[in-house]
């Protein structure tokens, strides 16, 4: 009877390791909101990574995270380098592609807790009076990232972070808009003639 049990969980763990292998080599993971925002506010949070401070779900992981910031300050060629403890471990990112108003494409590179090169990108879309922002991340699978893509772990975790990055990235755009409003109608401070 042990022998067969024995038999069951070996072909049972085969059986595992076969389907997490047979997942596919890459992954794709994507959402969109409708931000009531205006397209500019949002491309400048995310077209400098100064402002993901804002923003980010990623940011404050770790409140005492090391960043660095060099390259332009916006747009491509921004570069971005993170040290952080190991819940958010060490990477970089850079614009490799920025489109007012459109698009940004990023290169994403982790180093620890664990090697890795993706890619995310943000299209813009205005519509009404807001703008759909659509947030894709992709990359090579790894076979750790193939099983937690088999059970939806890997969907299911970084799309909530995804979800939240784009509720707060929302909230610091209207803010901006707001900000952009109230400069525009204050009335310009003229000097009193002297007496």
Do not use: C
């Amino acid at each position: 009877m042990a022998k067969l049990i024995g038999i069951a969980v070996v072909v049972l763990i085969a059986g595992v390791l076969a389907f997490i292998t047979s997942r596919p080599d890459s992954f794709l993971i994507t959402r969109t909101r409708q931000l009531d925002a205006s397209p500019d506010a949002v491309y400048a949070l995310i077209n400098n990574f100064a402002l993901w401070r804002q923003w980010s779900p990623y940011e404050n992981v770790d409140p005492n995270m090391e960043r660095e910031y060099s390259g332009p300050a916006a747009g491509v060629g921004a570069r971005y380098a993170y040290k952080g403890n190991r819940n958010i471990g060490v990477g970089r990112m850079e614009i490799l592609e920025s489109k007012p108003g459109e698009r940004i494409d990023i290169r994403l590179e982790f180093i620890e807790p664990f090697a890795a090169v993706n890619q995310a990108n943000f299209v813009l879309e205005p519509s009404g009076k807001g703008t759909r922002v659509t947030w894709n991340m992709s990359g090579p699978n790894t076979f750790m990232g193939k099983g937690m893509m088999a059970f939806g772990l890997m969907e299911s975790f970084i799309g909530k972070q995804l979800e939240k990055g784009l509720t707060d990235l929302e909230t610091a755009a209207r803010a901006a808009d707001f900000k952009a409003t109230q400069s525009a109608q204050a009335e310009p401070l003229t000097a009193s003639p002297a007496h």
